[in-house]
T-cell receptor
Framework: AQKVTQAQTEISVVEKEDVTLDCVYE???????LFWYKQPPSGELVFLIR??????QNEISGRYSWNFQKSTSSFNFTITASQVVDSAVYFCALSDLMNYGGSQGNLIFGKGTKLSVKP | EAGVTQSPTHLIKTRGQQVTLRCSPI?????VYWYQQALGLGLQFLLWYDEGEERNRGNFPPRFSGRQFPNYSSELNVNALELEDSALYLCASTHYGSTQETQYFGPGTRLLVL
């Protein structure tokens, strides 16, 4: 069965600190997608990144960076120099690669990590 | 380009009533997914519609149902509401079968059952 574990329920940091959100996943599939979404207090899930299982390159986008390690089944998310606007719940999610007619299609979400960035 | 839209934004119902939630996908997207986010239970997959057909459903009772229209918009119906149905209901869309397989979410409908 597919499963996503975000062991950190809540993290609190002071502005400008770096913070890493952990994500560990389980799947029997050899091809799959991993995602990170941000959920601000308004409730809407905002897409941050998608990574497929063939691409283990780390990615950086501004203050955000992602470390995908297939050997440890982890897809961790780091925010550098955190800001108050980063305060939100962050979800890691897993999906099997979409092959028409064979995919489950839905995302399997972790429980989320609530990040509070204090000024 | 407009994102996924959902209506209404908030709803208050009483136990036993029925409710209909609506979702309009991003233009060009053919798949719509429904998720429930109840307090303490996280995000759980409800239903997936593509090209007007139900493709998959999560572990929810039959009183949760829906449909997808020819314009790819979708409705989620919940009959015989129970208190534990109080949740944020999120809709997402994607263009299934293409390389653009990321699910983009709407703002959600907050349902409170009293």
């Amino acid at each position: 069965a597919q499963k996503v574990t975000q062991a950190q329920t809540e993290i609190s940091v002071v502005e400008k600190e770096d913070v890493t959100l952990d994500c560990v996943y389980e799947t029997r599939d050899t091809t799959y997608y991993l995602f990170w979404y941000k959920q601000p207090p308004s409730g809407e899930l905002v897409f941050l990144i998608r990574r497929n299982s063939f691409d283990e390159q780390n990615e950086i986008s501004g203050r955000y960076s992602w470390n995908f390690q297939k050997s440890t089944s982890s897809f961790n998310f780091t925010i550098t120099a955190s800001q108050v606007v980063d305060s939100a719940v962050y979800f890691c999610a897993l999906s099997d690669l979409m092959n028409y007619g064979g995919s489950q299609g839905n995302l399997i979400f972790g429980k989320g990590t609530k990040l509070s960035v204090k000024p | 380009e407009a994102g996924v839209t959902q209506s209404p934004t908030h709803l208050i119902k009483t136990r036993g009533q029925q409710v209909t939630l609506r979702c309009s996908p991003i233009s060009g997207h053919t798949s719509v997914y429904w998720y429930q986010q109840a307090l303490g239970l996280g995000l759980q997959f409800l239903l997936w519609y593509d090209e007007g057909e139900e493709r998959n459903r999560g572990n929810f009772p039959p009183r949760f149902s829906g449909r997808q229209f020819p314009n790819y918009s979708s409705e989620l119906n919940v009959n015989a509401l129970e208190l534990e149905d109080s949740a944020l209901y999120l809709c997402a869309s994607t263009h299934y079968g293409s390389t653009q397989e990321t699910q983009y979410f709407g703002p959600g409908t907050r349902l409170l059952v009293l």
